[in-house]
């Protein structure tokens, strides 16, 4: 081996590290690049006289500086980065939606109450009852600008996922590309291939859950899911969506398999896909749920209310609000079927279920809590929902989707616009009795509340009045004889008896008459107080020309106070309050993971860094180093 020969070499190898080192300077802005290093290898030594001399210098391998491990905690961190980050960015719109002191639903539904506290002040008041129906329209505007809200942000999620399923398969074909070009250079060592698919991998770590494993002649393959092969050596799979057979709101992923099409939604997590499926599942979905059982709450309390006065025209109030009905959705092929209607507006829990046949039992899940119970064929009453199921034709697999609120806040409307048809006023009224002049006749102390109702049966009074007739017997056998319209005191016999012992302390001083005493009569209810002398009597008639009569009013307005919700144990606001509560709260767990997770990927890229990335100050090193030895090559030649 000649001098010449050596010096040669020497060039060659630094000729290859000086290119090397070019580069990696070309490519430090290159995402993805890891920096290549080359390693030398001495020639094999000539024998001499005096023993083995050197023959030169060969460029034995160009190495990718890249480290397995790291790189495989940077693609999970960043999947879970990804994933928490959707579903920050879902629970953040949505808790400023519900949240908002202003474009809330707490504002509207407090300037509606209020207005129902003017009109109770002044039920005359036309301008007053006007006020009642605006906020009554705003109200009703709100609960629908909710439900659209609510669709919208679905709209997005869908239109996301569609879009992202797109780019997974893209990104999926580059991979099985690129594992085809690696597999022809099997022997040495692609590097700028590898970052490559590398980077590929990374990308799509940011849309899915993936696991990578790599076969022995450098391929991937790619499993995403609960397995599913999304890459194998040189063969991609496709991805696919569809709208969901149970619910036409939800988009399904499916997966392309040879022997056909499979929904994998449920299977599918991490990266931006598994937030936003996290997220429509764990708080779009619910949320819509409860902001429509407090419209159902209101409206069905409301109504009921409004039903049991009387208008401006002394007719009976009818029903204020349009109430929602329950959602239905059975699976494509179902051979039994079911109906589903709200029983108790007070007894619903805000949540869906899911009906499944097994071939033996009926069984109901609720997809919030996942308690089950086993329904039986026929009627059943769940959770304030009726549901009867039609088991003939029943086969194994039948599913059914209950949604009893989902769609309540859009059917949210308001049913009439006539201030007239306000009902402030109680249908019955009590007077004690006078003479043909207007005269009081009775001469004790006795006094009756007015009548509060519970329904309308039987009212308006037909027929006559009902009469109350002190008989004092002096004790406990003391009493009002109840007169009901048609019967006439000291002619026909009393149809009711009231004891009221006039000498009791405790009786004087209030007791109360329930509802159950007048079935007949609208249920009513009254106190009776003070002490009555024999024959005195009271006349419970119909509210004619009760105009400033403002009792129903008052029980409208006692609405937004009273218990009517999640089983009487919840008002109105506390419901809404509860879930936007609930909603900031997750919020606000999202952004701390989502913090933490962002500190752990950081460390984990400048982990990454350290071993893949390109120092300018250390590649000017070696490029002096390099150059130098290049010159000192030539010199030898």
Known sequence: MS?????????????????????????????????????????????????????????????????????????ASSSVASELQAY?????????????????????????????????????????????????????????????????MRNQINNQIGYNIGQINRIAEGIADINADIKVAYGSTPNDLLDKRDQLINELAELIDIQVLEQTDGAYNVFIGKG????????ASTLGTQPSTMDPSHLEITFDFAFGTQVVTDQMSGGEIGGMLRFRDEILDPTQNRVGLVAL??????????????????????????????????????????????????????????????????????????????????????????????????????????????????????????????????????????????????TGNASLTQPANTSMTGLPLAGGTIQLVYDDQGGPTSGFEVYYPGSVPGVDPFDDFITYDDLNTASVAGTQVPGTTFPLYGDI?????????????????????????????????????????????????????????????????????????????TRTREAMAEVSGVNLDEEAGRLIQYQQAYQASAQVI
């Open 297 to 442: 709450g209101i409206a069905e309390q409301i109504n009921n209310q409004n039903q049991l006065g009387l208008d401006l025209e002394g007719l009976t109030g009818t029903a204020m609000f349009g109430m929602g009905t329950v959602e239905v959705f059975p699976r494509p092929g179902n051979g039994s079927s079911i109906t589903a209607t709200i029983n108790d507006v007070a007894s619903l829990t805000g949540d869906g279920y899911e009906l499944s046949y097994d071939g033996v039992d009926f069984t109901l899940r609720n997809m919030n809590s996942g308690a089950t119970q086993v329904l039986a064929a026929g009627l059943n009453t769940v959770d304030g929902v009726d549901i009867t199921i039609n088991a003939v034709g029943a086969t194994p697999g039948d599913t059914f989707i209950i949604q009893p609120t989902r769609n309540a806040a859009q059917n949210f409307s308001l049913l009439f616009d006539d201030v007239q048809r306000l009902a402030a006023a109680s249908p019955l009224r009590v007077t004690p009795a006078v003479d043909a002049n207007g005269n009081p006749l009775n």
């Open 525 to 601: 209810s009254f106190t009776i107080s003070g002490v009555p002398d024999d024959g005195d009597s009271f006349i419970i008639g119909n509210n004619t020309n009760g105009t400033s009569d403002n009792r129903n009013a008052l029980g409208l307005v006692s609405v937004q106070n009273q218990n009517v919700l999640l089983g009487g144990t919840s008002t109105i606001d506390e419901s809404y309050v509860s879930m936007v509560s609930d909603v900031g709260s997750r919020t606000r767990h999202a952004e701390l993971n989502l913090s933490a997770q962002e500190s752990l990927l």
């Open 3 to 75: 001098l010449q020969s050596i010096g040669v070499s020497g060039l060659v190898a630094t000729r290859l590290a000086l290119d090397t080192t070019g580069h990696n300077i070309a490519n430090v802005n290159t995402d993805g690049y890891s920096r290549q290093r080359i390693d030398f290898a001495t020639r094999l030594p000539s024998q001499s006289a005096v023993g083995f001399i050197g023959s030169g210098v060969d460029a034995s391998e160009v190495r990718r500086q890249y480290d397995d491990f790291i790189a495989g905690q940077m693609r």
């Open 228 to 235: 599913q092969p999304l890459v194998m050596d040189t063969d």
């Open 88 to 152: 920050f960015e879902g629970a953040k719109q949505l808790d400023d939606l519900v949240a908002n002191a202003d474009a809330g639903l707490q504002p509207v539904i407090q300037n509606f109450f209020d207005a129902l506290q003017g009109m109770a002040d002044d039920p005359a008041s036309i301008p007053a009852r006007q006020m009642v129906l605006t906020d009554a329209a705003a109200l009703a505007d709100r609960f629908q600008y909710f439900d659209q809200q609510f669709d919208s």
